[in-house]
């Protein structure tokens, strides 16, 4: 995926549970529908949290991988 | 089925208050209606004047407990009264004080932080979490 796609990065290393998926919830409501937004954890949790949250609100998980301790995600927004 | 999550909030220490914003803030993110009871002394935390302080912690912290959570504290992790404000911002949570709580610790509203919207009693609790979970802590 072109990096020029993705419309907001959010950074949420080192924060703990429940911020990484609030500050996606934050900020996915500041992009259209269709838009993408990546956001890096370090939080272990934010794997499973990432499925849960993008199944729950109907966001789309399009991407994800992690690499030395970080969890990254990329978002389609519904 | 109702996705209301109600969480009744009687207690007043710091790594249980976490806990319910915790809670709290995950269900909102997840675009579900949470619903906060305030009783006792998880109310008690809620004064204007005494919201960021030192609440303590539960008995069986102890001292590895007490060092952990401080150790939290200075890594960053956010406190409970921030998680709970930015879940009242991205989601449809509505926090209310217990009607007799208040009574017992002669509060008014104007004594509690704003993030508290309201004065209920138990019959408008039990309405309004419809057959919603109910979580008590």
Known sequence: MATQDIKLKVDASGLSCPL????????????????LMEVVATDPGSVK????????????????????GKFRFVVRRK | MDETVSIVLFS???????????????AAA???????????????AFRADGIVGDHGLAPEAGEFGRAAVAAAAKAGQAH?????????????????ACSASM??????QSDLDPIVDG???VAAFYINAGEGQIIFI
């Open chain 2, 30 to 44: 997840l675009g579900r209606p949470v619903k906060i009871f305030l009783q006792y002394w998880g109310l008690n």
């Open chain 2, 80 to 96: 409970w009264a921030e998680t709970l404000r930015m879940a009242k911002e991205l989601g449809e949570v509505d926090i209310q």
């Open chain 1, 49 to 68: 949290d990432f499925a849960a949250w993008a199944s729950s609100t109907g966001n789309a998980l399009v991407e994800q991988d992690s690499a030395n």
């Open chain 2, 12 to 26: 007043g220490t710091d790594d249980k208050l976490t806990a319910a914003a915790t809670l709290a803030a995950g």
């Open chain 2, 119 to 121: 004065v209920e009693g």
């Open chain 2, 103 to 108: 009574e017992i610790l002669k509060l008014k």
């Open chain 1, 20 to 35: 990484p998926i609030l500050k996606a919830t934050q900020g996915i409501k500041t992009l259209q529908s269709g838009e």
